[in-house]
């Protein structure tokens, strides 16, 4: 059982994925181009299915109207900067949501720096300074519990009348379609922190994915027989499941191999650290300071502190036997 790699060419602010191209702005200021577009907005963290039911409404508006699709996200999450003691953590890093994007089509994405300045925009500021003038919008879609300008003071009500105002189309995104799909970021965000992987994956519409660094450990995996790559995150943001061990698929040197996977902090050994670690099954080669990227397919069990090397190492093939059964069914 495999899967096609997500592998994609980076050039210039340009994403190339099948011979389509995503225009990708590093801010609204940035943002240039002479034609109409229809808009929708959010964080889009994770990208899941409910987000997909307006991003798919925005690539079929466009092209009825002859227009250009467009995503305006912001980076950091606005939680980052509005509520600075909420540590939260995001389904996505801002590539991988980049890429999650271009995957379904989209035609521009501007991921534009949120901060306190931006915060304080009027709801009008915003669609006359950004919609209109720069823009150039001629429909919106919006999901219905959408909140806009300076301290969420407006609502999708305001912003029909701002299209009236400024000459463009509103669409509503109603609540029977969002509640068809009854999905949201927090949600996925509970599974994943409830080690619930077929769940976080049901909502999501793909395999829940963590990329990274592989770097080096303790090297004691080996010591048993079961090697293990050390994974260091690209963010610190990235939500890291919880802890347990994993069955996966892992993506390495343009090739894609099955896998287990603990999180946790090693007890048997007395580790104190949180650690991620893949056994890539079938697999013998020098892979330090290689990028990696990890699918979550199943949770096998929670992590546990035997009693000995021994007992850990029976667990192990316990464990390996599981994600073969898994791969093999």
């Known amino acids: 059982m495999q899967i096609a790699p997500f592998f994609i060419y980076l050039t210039h602010n340009n994403l190339l994925y099948k011979n389509r191209i995503l225009k990708v702005f590093s801010s609204i200021h940035s943002y240039t181009s002479t034609k109409n577009t229809v808009v929708t907005l959010g964080t889009f963290d994770g990208v899941h299915v409910g987000h997909k039911c307006i991003l798919n409404k925005i690539i079929e508006s466009a092209k009825t109207l002859q227009a250009e699709s467009l995503v305006l996200t912001f980076f950091p999450h606005p939680r980052m900067v509005l509520k600075q003691n909420d540590d939260i953590k995001l389904i996505n890093t801002i590539e991988e949501k980049t890429e999650l994007l271009q995957n379904l089509g989209i035609d521009n994405l501007v991921i534009h720096p949120f901060d306190n300045t931006f915060s304080q925009l009027s709801g009008e500021e915003f669609v006359k300074q950004v919609l209109v003038d720069i823009f150039k919008v001629t429909k919106i879609i919006i999901g219905y519990d959408h909140r806009f300008g300076k301290g969420g003071s407006c609502d999708i009500n305001d912003l029909m009348q701002f299209g009236k105002k400024y000459g463009f189309e509103v669409e509503q995104i109603s609540v029977q379609e969002i509640n068809e799909v009854s999905v949201s970021s927090t949600k996925v965000r509970n599974a994943l922190n409830k080690g619930d992987i077929k769940q976080a994956n049901s909502f999501l519409g793909y395999s829940y994915f963590l990329s990274g660094k592989v770097v080096k450990g303790k090297q004691l995996g080996r010591t048993i027989g079961f090697p293990t790559a ?99 069914s």
């Not at 069955?247 to 343009?254: D, G, K, R, S």
Request: no cysteine; hydrophobic share 35%.
């Open 230 to 328: 050390n994974i260091q995150p690209n963010a610190n943001y990235k939500l890291i499941p919880k802890t347990g061990v994993y069955v996966v698929l892992v993506e390495i040197m343009q090739k894609t191999y099955n896998g287990m996977l603990n999180i946790g902090y090693n007890p048997t050994v007395g580790g104190t650290q949180q650690t991620i670690e893949v056994n890539i099954l079938d697999f013998d080669q020098d892979i330090y300071d290689q990028d990696i990227r990890v699918f979550f397919k199943d949770k096998i069990r929670d992590e546990v502190k035997f009693d000995s090397f021994n007992d850990l190492k029976i667990q192990l093939e316990n464990d390996k036997n599981a994600t073969i059964s898994y791969f093999k």
